[in-house]
């Protein structure tokens, strides 16, 4: 599915066969050239105007490998939480700034996987908005 317009902040929009729930996904992504990947970060902020927090909105913030446009780390956390755990900007947005590293216990590792395990973790939370 598509918006037609990104008023939003709505980049992908998941749903089962057969279930009502749907899961609303805004994606931001980073590549692997970029300076603060290469020193084992991710920074990414997002609009007031395009946020707002709600139980069926998750964060999807993706590394891209140029060379070979692969998906590595991705951190898929839930709106609620995300504007709970974000910097504000000047501006009223929301920054994170997450490490990369494997063994980091930033605020932001509890989200942080490798771009398989992502289906389950959709999958899981479209069950969750099956089940409230």
Do not use: C, H
């Not at 501006?91 to 989200?111: E, H, I, N, T, V």
């Amino acid at each position: 599915m598509t918006a037609l317009v990104d008023d939003e902040g709505v980049d992908l929009v998941f749903s089962r066969r057969g279930a009502p729930e749907t899961l609303a996904v805004q994606v931001k992504s980073r590549s692997t050239d970029t300076s603060v990947v290469q020193r084992g970060g991710f920074l990414a902020a997002v609009r007031s105007q395009t946020f707002k927090a709600r139980r069926d909105l998750f964060m999807l913030f993706v590394v891209v490998d140029r060379p070979t446009a692969t998906i590595g780390t991705v951190w898929f956390v839930p709106s609620v939480d995300y504007d709970r755990l974000a910097s504000r900007t000047s501006q009223g947005g929301r920054r994170m700034s997450a490490s990369l590293k494997p063994d980091s216990q930033d605020k932001w590792s509890g989200y942080r996987m490798e771009f398989p395990e992502l289906p389950a973790s959709i999958i899981a939370a479209l069950e969750e908005l099956a089940s409230n």
